[in-house]
Protein backbone atom coordinates (compact mmCIF):
# COMPACT_ATOMS: atom_id res chain seq x y z
CA UNK A 1 0.00 0.00 0.00
CA UNK A 2 1.46 3.38 -0.69
CA UNK A 3 1.77 5.89 1.68
CA UNK A 4 -0.51 8.23 -0.22
CA UNK A 5 -3.05 5.72 0.14
CA UNK A 6 -2.36 5.17 3.69
CA UNK A 7 -2.94 8.98 4.84
CA UNK A 8 -6.06 8.94 2.36
CA UNK A 9 -7.40 6.39 4.24
CA UNK A 10 -6.63 7.60 7.42
CA UNK A 11 -7.55 10.95 6.59
CA UNK A 12 -10.78 9.61 5.60
CA UNK A 13 -11.45 7.25 8.28
CA UNK A 14 -11.09 10.49 10.66
CA UNK A 15 -13.59 13.15 8.38
CA UNK A 16 -16.16 10.12 8.51
CA UNK A 17 -15.71 9.75 12.53
CA UNK A 18 -13.73 6.49 12.39
CA UNK A 19 -16.53 4.59 9.96
CA UNK A 20 -16.08 0.62 10.06
CA UNK A 21 -18.66 0.59 7.27
CA UNK A 22 -20.53 1.62 3.94
CA UNK A 23 -24.27 1.28 3.41
CA UNK A 24 -26.54 0.62 0.34
CA UNK A 25 -29.86 1.24 0.81
CA UNK A 26 -32.90 -0.85 -1.49
CA UNK A 27 -33.46 1.88 -3.67
CA UNK A 28 -29.62 2.00 -4.41
CA UNK A 29 -29.99 -1.70 -5.42
CA UNK A 30 -33.25 -1.23 -7.46
CA UNK A 31 -31.85 1.74 -9.48
CA UNK A 32 -28.76 -0.33 -10.32
CA UNK A 33 -31.21 -3.62 -11.31
CA UNK A 34 -33.48 -1.37 -13.43
CA UNK A 35 -30.89 1.27 -15.56
CA UNK A 36 -27.95 -1.60 -15.88
CA UNK A 37 -29.63 -5.04 -15.56
CA UNK A 38 -31.40 -6.25 -18.95
CA UNK A 39 -32.57 -9.62 -19.47
CA UNK A 40 -34.70 -10.76 -22.53
CA UNK A 41 -34.77 -14.11 -24.12
CA UNK A 42 -36.52 -15.89 -26.92
CA UNK A 43 -36.21 -19.49 -27.32
CA UNK A 44 -37.67 -21.69 -30.15
CA UNK A 45 -38.70 -21.44 -33.38
CA UNK A 46 -42.37 -19.78 -35.47
CA UNK A 47 -44.37 -22.33 -34.45
CA UNK A 48 -42.74 -23.51 -30.38
CA UNK A 49 -41.49 -20.81 -28.81
CA UNK A 50 -40.70 -19.08 -25.53
CA UNK A 51 -40.04 -14.91 -25.12
CA UNK A 52 -39.67 -13.51 -21.28
CA UNK A 53 -38.67 -10.22 -20.45
CA UNK A 54 -37.72 -8.40 -17.03
CA UNK A 55 -39.48 -5.28 -17.36
CA UNK A 56 -38.97 -3.79 -13.36
CA UNK A 57 -37.52 -5.34 -10.44
CA UNK A 58 -38.11 -4.75 -6.50
CA UNK A 59 -35.99 -5.52 -3.89
CA UNK A 60 -36.11 -6.26 -0.18
CA UNK A 61 -33.25 -6.26 2.07
CA UNK A 62 -32.57 -7.89 5.22
CA UNK A 63 -36.47 -9.29 5.90
CA UNK A 64 -34.69 -12.58 6.51
CA UNK A 65 -31.21 -12.74 8.10
CA UNK A 66 -28.32 -11.66 5.38
CA UNK A 67 -31.17 -12.47 2.76
CA UNK A 68 -32.31 -10.11 -0.55
CA UNK A 69 -35.57 -10.63 -1.88
CA UNK A 70 -35.80 -9.71 -5.66
CA UNK A 71 -39.60 -9.73 -6.98
CA UNK A 72 -39.58 -9.19 -11.22
CA UNK A 73 -42.52 -8.17 -13.38
CA UNK A 74 -42.01 -10.16 -16.51
CA UNK A 75 -43.61 -10.63 -19.71
CA UNK A 76 -43.94 -13.77 -21.15
CA UNK A 77 -45.07 -15.37 -24.26
CA UNK A 78 -45.38 -19.11 -25.41
CA UNK A 79 -46.15 -19.92 -28.71
CA UNK A 80 -47.61 -23.49 -29.53
CA UNK A 81 -49.69 -24.70 -32.78
CA UNK A 82 -52.80 -24.90 -30.50
CA UNK A 83 -53.28 -22.18 -28.52
CA UNK A 84 -50.56 -19.30 -27.97
CA UNK A 85 -50.15 -17.78 -23.92
CA UNK A 86 -48.72 -14.36 -22.99
CA UNK A 87 -48.93 -13.16 -19.64
CA UNK A 88 -47.42 -10.71 -17.15
CA UNK A 89 -46.08 -12.34 -14.37
CA UNK A 90 -44.62 -11.34 -11.12
CA UNK A 91 -41.58 -13.82 -9.70
CA UNK A 92 -39.94 -13.37 -6.11
CA UNK A 93 -36.71 -15.06 -5.09
CA UNK A 94 -34.43 -14.69 -2.17
CA UNK A 95 -30.62 -15.55 -2.60
CA UNK A 96 -27.54 -14.20 -0.75
CA UNK A 97 -25.42 -12.20 -1.57
CA UNK A 98 -21.44 -11.88 -1.72
CA UNK A 99 -19.08 -9.35 -2.85
CA UNK A 100 -16.38 -10.05 -5.96
CA UNK A 101 -13.22 -7.82 -4.85
CA UNK A 102 -11.80 -8.01 -8.01
CA UNK A 103 -15.10 -6.41 -9.87
CA UNK A 104 -16.05 -4.51 -6.97
CA UNK A 105 -19.55 -5.96 -7.39
CA UNK A 106 -21.67 -7.72 -5.35
CA UNK A 107 -23.65 -11.10 -7.08
CA UNK A 108 -26.40 -13.45 -5.79
CA UNK A 109 -26.11 -17.04 -4.92
CA UNK A 110 -28.49 -19.49 -3.83
CA UNK A 111 -31.40 -18.34 -5.74
CA UNK A 112 -34.67 -19.70 -4.56
CA UNK A 113 -38.38 -19.40 -6.15
CA UNK A 114 -40.79 -17.71 -3.54
CA UNK A 115 -43.66 -17.34 -5.46
CA UNK A 116 -44.82 -16.73 -8.84
CA UNK A 117 -47.97 -14.89 -9.80
CA UNK A 118 -49.73 -14.26 -13.40
CA UNK A 119 -52.15 -12.35 -14.78
CA UNK A 120 -54.78 -13.44 -15.94
CA UNK A 121 -54.44 -15.34 -12.44
CA UNK A 122 -55.77 -18.74 -14.60
CA UNK A 123 -52.77 -19.24 -16.55
CA UNK A 124 -50.87 -20.06 -13.27
CA UNK A 125 -52.01 -23.44 -14.22
CA UNK A 126 -50.72 -23.45 -17.73
CA UNK A 127 -47.25 -22.38 -17.22
CA UNK A 128 -47.11 -24.88 -14.47
CA UNK A 129 -45.12 -27.16 -17.24
CA UNK A 130 -42.68 -24.85 -18.76
CA UNK A 131 -41.73 -23.11 -15.06
CA UNK A 132 -38.46 -25.57 -14.74
CA UNK A 133 -37.12 -23.71 -17.82
CA UNK A 134 -38.45 -20.26 -16.70
CA UNK A 135 -36.67 -20.51 -13.29
CA UNK A 136 -33.51 -21.90 -15.29
CA UNK A 137 -33.23 -19.32 -17.48
CA UNK A 138 -33.67 -16.94 -14.68
CA UNK A 139 -31.95 -18.30 -12.13
CA UNK A 140 -28.77 -18.32 -15.00
CA UNK A 141 -28.93 -15.21 -15.65
CA UNK A 142 -29.41 -13.12 -11.93
CA UNK A 143 -26.58 -15.54 -10.45
CA UNK A 144 -24.02 -14.16 -12.93
CA UNK A 145 -25.02 -10.39 -13.23
CA UNK A 146 -23.96 -8.34 -10.62
CA UNK A 147 -27.01 -6.69 -8.51
CA UNK A 148 -24.65 -3.89 -7.37
CA UNK A 149 -21.57 -2.54 -8.79
CA UNK A 150 -19.42 -0.05 -6.70
CA UNK A 151 -18.45 3.08 -9.09
CA UNK A 152 -15.24 3.22 -8.34
CA UNK A 153 -15.45 7.13 -10.63
CA UNK A 154 -16.67 8.15 -7.33
CA UNK A 155 -13.67 9.18 -4.64
CA UNK A 156 -15.96 7.47 -1.77
CA UNK A 157 -17.11 3.98 -3.31
CA UNK A 158 -13.87 3.84 -4.73
CA UNK A 159 -12.04 3.84 -1.45
CA UNK A 160 -14.84 1.45 0.02
CA UNK A 161 -14.62 -0.86 -3.05
CA UNK A 162 -10.35 -0.81 -1.91
CA UNK A 163 -11.18 -1.49 1.81
CA UNK A 164 -14.12 -3.69 1.68
CA UNK A 165 -13.57 -7.20 3.62
CA UNK A 166 -17.50 -8.39 4.00
CA UNK A 167 -20.88 -7.22 3.00
CA UNK A 168 -24.09 -8.16 5.21
CA UNK A 169 -27.29 -7.78 4.38
CA UNK A 170 -29.39 -5.64 7.40
CA UNK A 171 -33.19 -4.60 7.37
CA UNK A 172 -33.51 -1.77 4.20
CA UNK A 173 -29.49 -2.03 3.60
CA UNK A 174 -26.45 -3.95 2.62
CA UNK A 175 -23.44 -3.01 5.17
CA UNK A 176 -20.43 -2.92 3.46
CA UNK A 177 -17.44 -3.71 6.21
CA UNK A 178 -14.11 -2.84 6.11
Request: net charge negative; glycine share 4%; charged share 20%.
Amino acid sequence: MTLFKTILICCMLLLTGCASQYSITESEVEDYLNNEMHYEVSQGNQIFGLQLKLNDMEVELGHKPNTISVTALTEMGVKNPFKSISADMEITFEAEPWYDVESKSIFLKKLDLVSVKSEPADIEQMLKPITPQLMIFLRTFLESQPVYVLDTNDSNQALMASMTKAIEVQKGKIVIKF
